[in-house]
C-alpha cells in the first residue's frame, strides 16, 4: 500500500523558515515526479512545487519562487519542501503527491495520484 506522510509543518513567524518532508512508503518512486500543493480554508488546492525523478526539472507557483525550494532524495524516498521569508499568506495545509506513471513535474493536482494526508504550516504577523 502506496503511503505518504508529512512532517515538518508548525508555528512560525513572519519572515520565518520551515522544512517539510514527506516519506514515502510502499511504493518506489525514483522513476516518477511528485510535488507539494497547498490548501488554506476557502480555496482550493493550489500548487507549490513539483521536480522531476532526476531533480533536472523543478517547477515553483510564481508566489514561492526565489523563497521556496523543493528536493528529493531518491535513495531514501522523501522529498522535501524547504521554506524560507514565509509570510501569512503561505499558511495553509501542506501536501505532498506523486504521480504514479508520470516523470513530468506537473503543475495539476488532478495529475497526481497519491497524496498525503497533510501537515498544517501556520504563519503569525
Known amino acids: 500500500q502506496v503511503k505518504l506522510v508529512e512532517s515538518g509543518g508548525g508555528l512560525v513567524q513572519t519572515g520565518g523558515s520551515l522544512t517539510l518532508s514527506c516519506a514515502v512508503s510502499?511504493?518506489?518512486?525514483?522513476?516518477?515526479?511528485v510535488g507539494w500543493f497547498r490548501q488554506s480554508p476557502g480555496r482550493e488546492r493550489e500548487f507549490v512545487a513539483a521536480?522531476?525523478?532526476?531533480?533536472?526539472?523543478?517547477r515553483y507557483d510564481d508566489s514561492v519562487v526565489g523563497r521556496f525550494t523543493i528536493s528529493r532524495d531518491n535513495a531514501k524516498n522523501m522529498l522535501y519542501l524547504q521554506m524560507a521569508s514565509l509570510t501569512p499568506e503561505d499558511t495553509a495545509l501542506y501536501y505532498c503527491?506523486?504521480?504514479?506513471?508520470?516523470?513530468?513535474?506537473?503543475?495539476?493536482?488532478?495529475?497526481?495520484?497519491?497524496w498525503g494526508q497533510g501537515t498544517q504550516v501556520t504563519v503569525s504577523s
Open positions: 510502499g511504493w518506489n518512486f525514483s522513476t516518477n515526479a
Open positions: 503527491a506523486a504521480q504514479r506513471f508520470s516523470s513530468i513535474a506537473n503543475r495539476t493536482p488532478g495529475l497526481y495520484d497519491y
Open positions: 521536480i522531476n525523478p532526476t531533480s533536472t526539472t523543478r
